[in-house]
């Protein structure tokens, strides 16, 4: 069965850090292009981060560029998104996903086929 399993959601305090993990299994990561996606209340999914398949390059929305930063570990069959300096505006539900080409080329989602079930990241003092 073809499963991402994310964690590393949770409550973090504005300028704080936080990491998630997303593993796959049932399928091999090391074909894909991986983003990550959020969903705010009230607002659509949308994308900001996608990592080539050899993890050799990245794109970043400008509203997360120069604080998150996604990488990637093909041995271990995960993708991971290094959340710093976090603004309240960065609470939404994340969610990984595997884009249908090993090639990052924005973020639309049917270009993406395997998405994670979604863990919730909250900013807040």
């Known amino acids: 069965q073809l499963r991402f399993v994310e964690s590393g959601g949770g409550l973090e305090q504005p300028g704080g850090p936080l990491r998630l993990s997303c593993a796959a299994s049932?399928?091999?990561?090391?074909?894909?292009?991986l983003g990550w996606f959020r969903q705010a209340p009230g607002k659509d999914r949308g994308g900001f981060t996608c990592?080539?398949?050899?993890?050799?390059?990245?794109i970043y929305a400008d509203s997360v560029k120069g604080r998150f930063t996604i990488s990637r570990d093909n041995a271990k069959n995960t993708v991971y998104l290094q959340m710093n300096s976090l603004k309240p505006e960065d609470t939404a539900v994340y969610y990984c996903?595997?884009?249908?080409?090993?090639?990052?080329?924005?973020?639309?989602?049917?270009?993406?086929?395997?998405w994670g079930q979604g863990t919730q990241v909250t900013v807040s003092s």
């Open positions: 990592i080539s398949s050899s993890g050799a390059s990245a």
């Open positions: 996903a595997a884009r249908l080409l090993g090639y990052c080329s924005g973020y639309v989602p049917s270009m993406y086929g395997y």
């Open positions: 049932g399928f091999t990561l090391a074909n894909y292009a």
